[in-house]
Structure formats: structure tokens, C-alpha cells
């Protein structure tokens, strides 16, 4: 695949990691190494960008955006004035409505996968790559084997409807949720639980 990136698409680019960064700047990843969180949505993006080459500005823009709005506050109008509609738009479809109940939450997003657009379904499963690779590589601080697993299982769910959107993505979550799963059954040998 021949890429042509335009001086146009590297400013937006850029100016979503700026905003992105700048939102985030108190934020803390939940594992020990206790990475700025920026590097959660840079490795979103990044993972879209190297299984779906083609994949528009916007995506891009809105992966390294998608949690501005459920974790900064940030507004769907802010993104809208600083960027543009379908932007603002795909990153508050990825958005939870942190209003509700944990649970709720989580029962949602399950509930919403297949209503998504394409595009957001792409920032979707690329997102949960990111959170279950971090279980392995960065486990959150506190949490137990049994937890983990669960995240994994309600992940799958969240991503069965957004898989039609990248044979790449899909294969990564599955080599990811693969070596989770194998881990988990490695701690359970050793530790005989
Ligand atoms: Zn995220």
C-alpha cells in the first residue's frame, strides 16, 4: 500500500496528540509502570494505522481523541469547534456515559457494539487490543487473576460485532485474548488454584 501523507493530514494528526495531551495530563495508566496515559491512545491509533493503512485522517484523529470526552470532561462541542463533526462524532459513540453505574457501563458497551458506525467499531477494537495486551504487559495495580479473565470474556463480547471491520484488528484481539487466557491457566498450574 502506497501512502501519501499530506501536509494537511499531519497537522490534524499532531493537533490530536496535542489536545489529546494536554487533556490527559494528570492522567496515570492503572499498572505499576504507571505510564502517562497518553501513550493508551497512541497505541490505539497506531494499531488502526498498521493493520488498515487506508484507514481516513478522521479515524485516526478520533482514536487518539476517544477518551477525551468520557475521561477529561472534554466536550463533543470542543472536539467539534477544534476539529470537525465526524470526529467529535465517532469519539462520543466510543464514548461511556460515565454518569451511569460501572456495571452499566460495561453492560452497555456491549449492548451498543453493533449499533456502532464502522468507523468507530475500528477505534472500538483496537481500544480493547490496547486494554487487554496492558492485562499482560501492565496489569492494573490490585488486580486478581479471576478479574482479569472476566475482563477478558466481557471484551470479547464488546468486540464480536466490530470484527467485520478489520481482519487484521480481529486477528490481533484473538493472538491477545489467546495469551491471556494461556497466562491465566499457567498461573492457575503453579499456583494450584
Ligand atoms: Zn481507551
Same mark, same amino acid.
Given at each position: 500500500?502506497?501512502?501519501?501523507?499530506?501536509?494537511?493530514?499531519?497537522?490534524?494528526?499532531?493537533?490530536?496528540?496535542?489536545?489529546?495531551?494536554?487533556?490527559?495530563?494528570?492522567?496515570?495508566? /492503572?499498572?505499576?509502570?504507571?505510564?502517562?496515559?497518553?501513550?493508551?491512545?497512541?497505541?490505539?491509533?497506531?494499531?488502526?494505522?498498521e493493520c488498515?493503512?487506508?484507514?481516513?485522517?478522521?479515524?485516526?484523529c478520533a482514536?487518539?481523541?476517544?477518551?477525551?470526552?468520557?475521561?477529561?470532561?472534554?466536550?463533543?462541542?470542543?472536539?467539534?469547534?477544534?476539529?470537525?463533526?465526524?470526529?467529535?462524532?465517532?469519539?462520543?459513540?466510543?464514548?461511556?456515559? /460515565?454518569?451511569?453505574?460501572?456495571?452499566?457501563? /460495561?453492560?452497555?458497551?456491549?449492548?451498543?457494539?453493533?449499533?456502532?458506525?464502522?468507523?468507530? /467499531?475500528?477505534?472500538?477494537?483496537?481500544?480493547?487490543?490496547?486494554?487487554?495486551?496492558?492485562?499482560?504487559?501492565?496489569?492494573?495495580?490490585?488486580?486478581?487473576?479471576?478479574?482479569?479473565?472476566?475482563?477478558a470474556d466481557?471484551?470479547?463480547?464488546?468486540?464480536?460485532?466490530?470484527?467485520?471491520?478489520?481482519?487484521?484488528?480481529?486477528?490481533?484481539?484473538?493472538?491477545?485474548?489467546?495469551?491471556?487466557?494461556?497466562?491465566?491457566?499457567?498461573?492457575?498450574?503453579?499456583?494450584?488454584?
Amino acid at each position: 500500500y502506497v501512502f501519501t501523507m499530506t501536509v494537511r493530514t499531519m497537522q490534524l494528526l499532531l493537533k490530536s496528540v496535542d489536545f489529546a495531551a494536554r487533556a490527559h495530563r494528570d492522567q496515570r495508566r /492503572k499498572g505499576p509502570a504507571r505510564e502517562p496515559y497518553i501513550n493508551h491512545p497512541i497505541e490505539v491509533s497506531r494499531l488502526i494505522v498498521e493493520c488498515e493503512p487506508a484507514t481516513a485522517e478522521d479515524v485516526l484523529c478520533a482514536a487518539i481523541l476517544h477518551d477525551v470526552i468520557e475521561d477529561c470532561g472534554a466536550t463533543h462541542g470542543e472536539i467539534l469547534a477544534c476539529f470537525n463533526e465526524n470526529i467529535a462524532n465517532i469519539v462520543l459513540e466510543v464514548s461511556d456515559d /460515565k454518569a451511569l453505574p460501572r456495571d452499566e457501563r /460495561k453492560a452497555m458497551q456491549i449492548q451498543m457494539a453493533p449499533k456502532l458506525s464502522n468507523d468507530a /467499531k475500528l477505534v472500538r477494537l483496537a481500544d480493547k487490543i490496547a486494554n487487554v495486551g496492558a492485562m499482560l504487559t501492565d496489569t492494573p495495580i490490585g488486580w486478581d487473576r479471576s478479574q482479569i479473565l472476566q475482563y477478558a470474556d466481557w471484551a470479547e463480547n464488546v468486540v464480536a460485532p466490530c470484527r467485520s471491520v478489520s481482519q487484521g484488528l480481529s486477528d490481533r484481539f484473538d493472538a491477545i485474548i489467546r495469551d491471556v487466557r494461556a497466562w491465566h491457566a499457567g498461573e492457575a498450574e503453579r499456583t494450584g488454584s
